[in-house]
């Protein structure tokens, strides 16, 4: 992806290094995962619920690889704001811009106590999206999705939960689980799927001025497919269940995020819609 480093967005804020609450560690992510999808319930959501903790200081050392990576998701958060408040304003709304929050370990957020083993995540009370870095890490060396642009899509599609929340989209998922809780998984998947939708949505302007390099598309397909819920079912237990997947399949999620970055409009992102997948 072609970008340039400069000042670090006003809505960023640092906290690595700072201790919000037990340690379970980034690879704790797919073994939860699976667990939640074996057993149909949502072991990672209980992680955000806790007390939250002081935070404490680490002392730990962060190199320039990094730091160029702070300054890289800077550059997506600061670019996906311009793109949706060009996307409210031609319905007359205000786009309020998230905050992204980049941790180590663990983070207090207006949801509780977030875990490096959550991955990344947004929490609608406070409007924020969380992520650990080291969750690339993981993206790459265990989920064989490497690439700026498969870092840029995951950020994005936490930025389309925040679209959603101001959108109201959130309040009434939420209100339809309760309504109808032998669908809340299958409303998860579609929640999920109009993130990655959205995603597409800010993908598509990248690739109108010309932001992409060879290759990028295929790097954020990647991540989308790797992280699906039937690939990491299979992965870990041979088998797959799809009443129990909360974030679709891989076929599913490269589908919405190609239609999103096809069309660029949100329309086009209606995953509540009936017969929609």
Known sequence: MRWTPGKRSENLRDLRGASGGAKLGVGGTVILLVLSLVFGKDLLSGLGQGSAIPGAQSGRSSS????????????VLDDTEAVWTQVFSRTGQRYPAPVLTVFTDSVRSGCGVGESAMGPFYCPADRTAYIDLGFYRELKARFGAPGDFAQAYVLAHEIGHHVQNVLGTERRLRQLQAARPGEKNALSVKMELQADCFAGVWAHSTQKRDLLEAGDVEEALRAASAIGDDRLQKAATGRVNPETWTHGSSA???????RGMQGGRVEDCDTFAEGSP
């Not at 320039?64 to 550059?75: G, H, I, K, T, Y």
């Not at 599913?252 to 190609?258: G, H, I, S």
């Open 64 to 75: 320039p690889e990094e730091e160029r990576l702070v300054d890289f998701v800077s550059f």
């Open 252 to 258: 599913q999620r490269v589908a919405w995020f190609k």
